[in-house]
């Protein structure tokens, strides 16, 4: 994700009353626009109709242009993975690994891709506002609403694509990304927190591949709609 201005390339954000605001999306689009590696530790807790499902946690791994990596470690081991090429979900237990290619998948990582490619919120978000009814996780944090830009109409082959049209996040005052929360229409709430960030960690390419161990089954098809939560 480059500098976060409120105007840009012809489009107004609706935010902003204050100069501080401004001030923190600039923050946050800087710190990670800069960066081309990240990592960070996550916790990923599912809700359904504000009732609590299962919490999962793990380490995320960012490369520009449009690589990452999500190594769940708990409750269970998987891996959610994406090479350029395709998206990739591992199931340790389960022996298998299902794939992708990229351009057709569309699930609640899309809000992310401001970490993997050199592009604005204003690029993501056809609107930024502060969300005053959301409680922020820390004090002296800012909650915002994401209106997501709808770049082309909902596939309908894809029954998650255009599941959802706005996201919550949190950022510090300086601009560090604490919190998404990814509300979708059936009542489903996915909610990740992000600790530990570091900027530009040394990752070797190999962590972007998957290289399938033996006896692996690789299935082409859809992914989990959850990854954490295996079908």
């Known amino acids: 994700m480059a500098a976060l201005v409120l105007v840009c390339s012809g489009k107004s954000f609706s935010t902003a009353d204050s100069p501080q605001v401004a001030q923190v999306l600039q923050a946050l689009e800087n710190r990670y626009g800069a960066a081309r590696t990240l990592q960070a530790k996550f916790l990923e807790r599912y809700t359904e109709n504000g009732r609590f499902v299962r919490a999962e946690s793990g380490m995320a791994y960012f490369l520009r242009p449009g690589k990452m990596r999500w190594d769940y470690e708990a409750p269970e081991k998987n891996t959610f993975l994406v090479d350029g090429k395709y998206v990739w979900f591992y199931s340790p237990a389960d022996r298998t690994a299902t794939r992708m290619p990229v351009k057709q998948s569309e699930d609640w990582r899309t809000p992310l891709a401001f970490l ?77 927190s992000f600790s530990n960030w570091e900027w530009n960690p040394p990752l070797d390419k190999s962590t972007f591949e998957f290289i399938p161990p033996r006896g692996v089954v690789i299935v082409n098809g859809l992914l989990p709609e959850a990854p954490g939560l295996r079908q």
Do not use: W
Not at 124 to 135: Q, R, T
Not at 159 to 174: P, T
């Open 116 to 192: 993997t490619f050199h592009m604005k919120l204003s690029r993501l978000c056809a609107k930024v506002e502060l969300d005053s009814g959301s409680a922020a996780s820390q004090a002296g944090d800012l909650v915002f609403r994401c209106d997501l830009a709808q770049s082309q109409p909902p596939d309908k082959s894809n029954a998650r694509s255009g599941g959802y049209k706005a996201v919550l996040f949190e950022a510090s005052r300086e601009g560090e990304l604490r919190r998404i929360v990814v509300r979708e229409e059936a009542g489903m709430e996915l909610e990740f």
